[in-house]
């Protein structure tokens, strides 16, 4: 039965540094500060910046929540990042996605001042990931994967990562961050995605397989080989009437088949989730101190 790679236990350790950082940042009168941006109501967005708003209280970070309506129009959205750009209370500006059909993302994020970009979706970022720049910003999800596997100390170097899902949110930076030239890095990486030949036996080649493709269940023990470390990204809902909210949260791997397989496992929850946040909220330190 593989190992469980707790991500909440080892956000806990990001946090310790990080509370360790911000008190040392307060002592000289410098609060680091957060804006998460929300166009709309839809639910799984609005609760992942609850949690994130709730996280930067918790740090003691300046956290400012905007919510706006649905019918917020291109030029408001716009004009309030630029507020944002401008505040030197704020070091790290998030807009959640995806946003309302009227609003055009892309836009949104190039308006975004990259220094304060903690997502790293700019592409001055992007640029940044592909010539491994130490003062860019690298987005929160792949950041996570990358510390988890160190913290854990399944080794990268060398390891053939085979990454499910070429999104620009996941699969695309995971991909650039972990062929790095680095110690924590430096693995053969192969990106597959829906148009993939042969899907099982390229992920049964992969030491190490990343599943981020929206899928519930979908990576089965056929997808897997004995010994393989499994990061499994996905959040889907799928139902279920004995739970309160009529739905639970399973992973794009099923879990328990899989489990059985794998040297080392993470959990949907409890995996790569918290380790997003505890990136997000290092991003902002990051940013803080790069704009002193
Ligand atoms: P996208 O929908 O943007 O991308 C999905 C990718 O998976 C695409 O590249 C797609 O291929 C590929 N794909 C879809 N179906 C298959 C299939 N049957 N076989 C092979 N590849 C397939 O998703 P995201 O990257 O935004 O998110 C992926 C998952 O990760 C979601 O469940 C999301 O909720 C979760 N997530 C979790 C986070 C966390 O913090 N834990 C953060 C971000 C996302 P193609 O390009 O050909 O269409």
Redesign the pocket.
């Known amino acids: 039965m593989a190992n469980l790679i707790d991500g909440r236990a080892i956000a806990e350790k990001v946090y310790v540094d990080l509370r360790r950082e911000i008190a040392e940042l307060k002592s000289n009168g410098i609060t680091p500060g957060l804006a998460v941006v929300l166009v709309g109501d839809n639910p799984a967005s609005r609760a992942y910046i609850r949690s994130k708003d709730k996280m930067s209280r918790e740090l003691g970070l300046h956290s400012v929540k905007l919510e706006l309506p649905a019918s917020t129009t291109q030029s408001e959205l716009l004009a309030r990042v630029e507020e944002l750009n401008r505040d030197p209370a704020i070091h790290g500006i998030l807009v959640q996605s995806p946003p309302p059909k009227q609003i055009d993302e892309t836009a949104i994020v190039q308006a975004l001042d990259p220094r304060k970009d903690v997502d790293g979706f700019h592409p001055a970022n992007v640029a940044k990931l592909v010539s491994a720049a130490a003062d860019g910003f690298v987005p929160c999800?792949p950041l996570g994967i990358q510390r988890l596997l160190v913290e854990s100390k399944i080794g990268i170097s060398g390891a053939h990562v085979v990454i499910?899902?070429?999104?620009m949110?996941?699969?695309k930076p995971l991909a650039l961050l972990l062929m790095q030239k680095n110690k924590n890095a430096d693995a053969t990486v192969t990106v597959?995605?829906?148009?993939?030949r042969n899907?099982e036996e390229i992920t049964r080649s992969a030491d190490i397989l990343i599943a981020?493709?929206?899928?519930a269940n979908?990576v089965k023990s056929g997808h897997v080989r004995d010994g393989a470390v499994i990061v499994d990204?996905?959040?889907?809902r799928i139902e279920d009437a004995t739970n309160e909210r009529g739905y639970r949260l399973v992973g794009?791997v099923a879990f328990d088949e899989v489990a059985k397989k794998a040297a080392a496992i993470t959990p949907v929850p409890g995996g790569?989730?918290p380790m997003?946040i505890a990136m997000l909220m290092s991003n902002t330190v990051k940013a803080c101190r790069q704009l002193l």
Do not use: C, Y
Request: glycine share 18%; hydrophobic share 40%.
């Open positions: 999800t499910l899902g070429r999104s949110i996941v699969g597959a995605h829906s148009r993939s899907l981020a493709i929206g899928r979908f990204v996905g959040i889907n794009d790569v989730g997003t």
